[in-house]
């Protein structure tokens, strides 16, 4: 990773852990994790957030918040889950957003709200996700997102 102008070494290092620590996060959350690699996927979410929280744009900082509020969904942390998704839901649904971004976003907060008990919220955010998810154009992005959904319990 070469140096932009003006970017210091402690903000390439931030750069640098905020990447890794989002990309081993997401891949954890899409396996089978012993209770090890549970913490390690929470630690790696947070820490990537708070990288991008000292160098990331607001864009940055909204994906690994959406990141956040998957990996605390997963874990059964209902109440910050939601929290966390509201928070980007608001983001991402307020501005012109990619496809996969809003499909990712309806899913991940059905995730939430299911976490949180909040079922009817949930109902209709699995409603969204499942439109969204239909209707993003390209297959490699539909199959990285179906692959985030599939772990999203389904309505009774």
């Known amino acids: 990773m070469s140096n932009s102008v003006g970017e210091t070494d402690a903000q390439v290092w931030h750069k640098r852990f905020a990447m890794s620590c ?31 929280e000292q160098v990331g744009s607001e864009l940055n900082r909204m994906r690994a918040t959406l990141l956040l509020a998957e990996v605390h969904a997963l ?23 990619p496809d996969w971004e ?12 299911h976490a949180a008990g909040r079922l009817s919220e949930y109902r209709e955010a699995y409603r969204q996700a499942t439109a ?19 772990l999203v319990p389904k309505p009774l």
């Open 22 to 52: 989002n990309n081993r996060a997401w891949d954890l959350s899409t396996e089978v994790r012993t209770p090890a690699q549970d913490r390690e996927m929470l630690n790696a979410a947070h820490a990537s957030a708070w990288h991008w």
């Open 75 to 97: 874990l059964g942390m209902g109440p910050s889950a939601l929290m966390l998704a509201e928070a980007m839901r608001e983001y991402f649904t307020n501005r012109e957003t």
């Open 102 to 113: 809003i499909a990712f976003t309806h899913t991940i907060y059905a995730h939430a709200a």
């Open 132 to 150: 969204a998810i239909g209707s993003v154009a390209k297959e490699d992005d539909r199959n990285i997102v179906a692959k985030t959904f599939s």
